[in-house]
């Protein structure tokens, strides 16, 4: 079958053949629809991240998927061929307590692989094979819309932590609530633009910051939904001297997560989502006044990675609000459909000001267009 293989920690990327997966009883194979492709993927491709599994010199590349199922194996219950899948990512180290009750994005071991980034087969090919416990089930009416499910997951899970520490300042019996609660959410590609989706169905007042101005598809789908939008390129300058509760970070820019911290309120949470080159210039900070603050403030900085399939499921629930909400609006973060065959300008270019490129693995995509 075709697939998109890398071979970390080289760089560089090749449209070639892999062998296609055969189906063991209990498991179920699906027709791959379309991928995303995130900023984790250009890193691959770059060399700067990613394994390839053991024994294989090649990593089938992709992570955010949609699939159509085509055939299970014996004993599979509840899924039939046409059903629409989405994987989850991770798969779990089998050891640690949180691997063994299906909670491995917080693995503790380190041992746990993640399908098209490290130590197994993504899903940018024709085909894959996995078991029921890994894949999530998609209505129809999202179809257009489901590939966005694997970081819409990512968001959710994110949300939800800053939520949980946000949840330290409890309501005071006889006191009213203190208002609607403020959320800055920094950068614009497609994980800050479903948090500002998810932030606003949360009830919070959102701000999303990017280095771009108001012609750009996301700061007028951030007007759509009521968010406010500044372009930061200058400076922090446009925020003026606004404080948010939440903050949630979507860019993995490290001098950015510094200045981040600077925006919270008091008992407000940091929660940074992006992930930073390792090996990135050093940077002077003034340590001292940042933490202080951080102490003083009863602030709370906390990273977020990967998501298990509650988050998934959450995020399909979140997906049919939008829709209702603002039909069209996520729709609206799928820039482009290319064909596979322009695998290596998505997947080496970065293009400014487009949210979300999709790559169709079967012509057409989701859409079915030819
Ligand atoms: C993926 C996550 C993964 C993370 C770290 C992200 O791009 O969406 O599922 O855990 O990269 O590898």
Redesign the pocket.
């Known amino acids: 079958m075709r697939a998109v293989l890398v071979r970390p920690p080289n760089p560089g990327v090749e449209l070639g053949e892999a062998p296609t997966p055969s189906l063991a009883s209990g498991a179920v194979r699906v027709r791959v629809l379309e991928c995303g492709v ?1 900023g ?1 993927d250009h890193d691959i491709v770059r060399g700067k991240y990613g394994t390839a599994p053991s024994g294989s010199p090649d990593l089938i590349l992709g ?1 955010e998927n949609l699939g159509e199922v085509l055939e299970v194996g014996a004993g599979v219950v509840g899924w039939s061929p046409g059903d629409l899948v989405v994987a989850t ?2 798969r779990g180290c089998g050891r640690c307590r949180f691997c063994r009750t299906n909670r491995s994005d917080f693995c503790e071991t380190g041992l746990f692989t ?1 399908r098209g ?2 130590g197994a087969h993504g899903y940018m090919a024709e085909q894959y094979v996995d078991l029921p416990e890994y894949l999530v089930k998609v209505p129809p009416a999202l179809r257009l819309v489901a590939v966005l499910l ?2 819409l997951s ?1 968001v959710e899970k994110a949300i939800f932590q800053g939520q949980r520490v946000l949840d330290r300042k409890e309501p005071t019996p006889g006191e009213p609530k203190t208002g609607t609660p403020s959320a800055l959410v920094a950068g614009t590609g497609a994980i800050g633009m479903l948090a500002a989706l998810t932030l606003a169905v949360r009830g919070y007042s959102v701000t999303a910051i990017d280095r771009h101005g108001e012609d750009t598809p996301a700061a007028q789908l951030l007007a759509r939904i009521g968010a406010g939008h500044a372009n930061v390129g200058g400076g922090m300058a446009p925020l003026g001297d606004r404080k948010f509760d939440l903050v949630i970070e979507a860019t993995g820019s490290v001098s950015l997560d510094f200045t981040l911290i600077d925006r919270l309120a008091s008992n407000g949470v940091l929660v940074l989502t992006g ?1 930073p080159d390792a090996e990135g210039p050093l940077l002077p900070v003034s340590g001292g006044a940042l933490l202080r603050d951080v102490v003083l403030g009863n602030q709370a900085i906390v990273g977020s ?2 998501a298990n399939r509650t988050y998934f499921e959450a995020g399909l629930r979140d997906l049919t609000v939008f829709e209702e909400r603002w039909p069209g609006a996520v729709g609206g973060l799928i820039s482009t459909r290319a064909p596979l065959e322009s695998y290596r300008a998505v997947l080496t270019e970065r293009s400014g000001g487009t949210i979300k490129t999709v790559l169709a693995v079967t012509p057409g995509g989701a859409t079915g267009a030819p």
């Open positions: 995130c984790t992570h990512v991770r993640e980034i490290g694997e970081p990512v992930i990675v990967n």
